[in-house]
C-alpha cells in the first residue's frame, strides 16, 4: 500500500463518517460541523485527485460563506423539537419512498456499470509543474465560454430576484440616510439661546 | 540553503518508508515549526509594543515594572494566563465550547504555510496560493460563530451574529481587491505575485493599485475585529462580545488567534502591494549597490513592521464605527469601488500603462 492510498482511506473514513454523524446528530449546530468536516474530507480527496483549484473553491465557497450562513440562520432559530417528531410516524412512508428512489437512482447513474473500473482507467499523475487553474482556465474562457457566461447571467438574475423578493413595498419601508446623519451639524441639532439674567435692581 | 539541502537529503536517506513520504512529512514538520514558534514570539512581542505605542500616543508609559522597560511584560501575561482558572458556564455546551479557540487558533497559523518569506522560503509552494489564504483565512469565523453559540450567554451571541455577517460582507471586498492583484501578476501563486513586482518602488503594485491598497487595509481591520470596527468585541455595548464567556488559556487561544490574523493580514498587504521581499533600493544606481548584502526577508519584516505600526495607530486614533455604518461601507462604497477598479485595471492592462505589465 502507497502512502498516498493511505490517505484516500483515511479522508475517506472521515467523508463517511462525518456524513453520518451529521445525518444521526440531533443538534443542528452540530450537524453543520459535521457537514463541514465532511466537505473538508471531500476537498481532501481532491486534492489528491491533483484537483487542487475545485478543493479550495469548495471550501472557499461551501465552507467559508454557505455554511457560515447556515450557523447563523440555526443561531437565530429556537427549533422546537417536539413539534418536529409529532408527526414522525405520519411522513415516514413518504419518507422511506424518497430515499429508495433517490438510492435507485444514484446507483443507476453513479453506479459500477457507469463509472466501474474496467469503463473508466485511472486518471494518470502529472508532472510537478502541471497547473490545474492553468488547464481549467483554458476551458473554461475558451471552448466553454458562452456556457460559463450564461451561468454567470443566472447567477445575477438570482442575486436580484431574491433582492427584489425582500424589498417589496418600498413605501412602509424604515430607512436611514446615513449622508444625512454624516453632514449633521451642531447648528442642526442644538439651539443656543442667551438668557439674560435678572439683575438685582429687577427685585 | 546548501546546509538544508544536505539535510533534507540526510533526512530522506535516514527515514526511507513509503517511498520518503514520512520523511517529506518530517520535513515539512520542521519548517512548521520554525516558522510556529518566531510567529508566537512576535504575537508576544506585538502585544507589547501594543500596549507602548498606544500609551505614548496617549501621554502614558505604558507597561514598565516587569523586566528592564517591561520587556519581559509578554511573558509575565502569559504566565499568568496559563495559571488562571478555566470557568465553564453551567448551560454551555462543553465541547463546542472548548471547539472554539481551536478553530479560531488552527486556521490562523494553518495560512501562514504559504506566506513567501524570501525568494525560496516558505513552508509550501502552491499554485493556488492565494486561494488558499483566502479559504483558510475565511474558516476562522467558525471560531467565533461558535464561541457565541456555545457559551449560551447573551452578549457572546449579539457579538458572534455581528462578526458572522461582518467577515462574510468583508471577505467579498477582499476577495475582489485582490482580483486586481491577480490580474496585473497573471499569477494567484504569492511567489509569482511578489517576483512580478521585481524592479524598485515604482514596480510596486501600490501605484496602479493605489485605492485597492486602502480598501485591502480597511477591510483588514475588519475581519482582524480590530479597532475602529471592533464590534464584536465593542465592550461598552456588548461587554466582551465573543470573549465574555472565556477566561485563562481558552482566552489567551483567542488572542493569540487575532494577533495572528493581524501579523498575516500585514504580511499580506506587503506581499500584494508593497513588492514582498524586494529591497525599496532596487534600480537605484548607487544604493542598490550599497544595501545588496541586506537578505530580502529583513526588507519583508521591516514593510511588515509598518503596517503592524499603522494597526495601532488607527486603534490610538479613530472612534468605534456604528455597526450599520460598517455594513454600508462595505456594500455601498468599497464593493462598487473594487468593481469599477477591475474595469480600470483591465483597461490599464490593454493599454499596456506604466512598468507593471
Known sequence: ?203 | MVLWQSFVELVHELIPWFDGSIATILIILIKAIALVIPLMLVVAYFTYAERKVIGYMQLRIGPNRVGPKGWLQPIADALKLMTKEIIFPTKANIYLFLLAPILAIAPAIAVWAVIPFDEGIYVANLDISLLYVLAIGSIGVYGIILAGWASNSKYPLLGALRSASLLVSYEIVIGFALVTVVMIAGSVNLNDIVMAQKGGVMHWYWIPLFPMMIIFFISALVETNRAPFDVVEGESEIVGGTHVEYSGMTFAVFFLAEYANMILMAVLAVIMFFGGWHSPFEGIPVVESMFAWVPGIVWLLAKTSFFMFLYLWVRATFPRFRYDQIMRLSWKVFLPWTIVWIFVVALMTQLKIGPWF
Open chain 1, 1 to 203: 500500500m502507497t502512502f498516498d492510498q493511505i490517505l484516500f482511506y483515511v479522508f475517506s473514513f472521515w467523508f463517511i463518517a462525518s456524513s453520518l454523524a451529521m445525518i444521526f446528530s440531533r443538534n443542528a449546530a452540530k450537524a453543520v460541523l459535521f457537514l463541514i468536516l465532511s466537505f473538508f474530507s471531500a476537498a481532501s480527496i481532491w486534492i489528491l485527485l491533483e484537483a487542487e483549484f475545485l478543493a479550495i473553491t469548495l471550501i472557499l465557497v461551501y465552507v467559508g460563506a454557505v455554511m457560515v450562513l447556515f450557523l447563523f440562520v440555526i443561531k437565530m432559530l429556537n427549533i422546537d423539537k417536539s413539534t418536529l417528531r409529532a408527526k414522525f410516524t405520519g411522513y415516514l412512508p413518504l419518507g422511506l419512498l424518497v430515499a429508495a428512489i433517490i438510492i435507485v437512482e444514484m446507483t443507476l447513474v453513479l453506479g459500477g456499470n457507469q463509472f466501474g473500473l474496467d469503463i473508466v482507467t485511472a486518471p494518470a499523475r502529472h508532472a510537478a509543474d502541471y497547473s490545474n487553474i492553468t488547464v481549467l482556465a483554458m476551458q473554461l474562457y475558451t471552448v466553454y465560454v458562452y456556457p460559463f457566461e450564461l451561468a454567470a447571467v443566472l447567477l445575477l438574475i438570482a442575486i436580484i430576484a431574491s433582492i427584489t423578493l425582500v424589498q417589496r413595498n418600498e413605501l412602509n419601508r424604515k430607512k436611514q440616510s446615513i449622508s444625512e446623519q454624516v453632514n449633521v451639524q451642531a447648528k442642526d441639532r442644538v439651539r443656543l439661546v442667551s438668557i439674560t439674567t435678572p439683575s438685582k435692581e429687577d427685585k
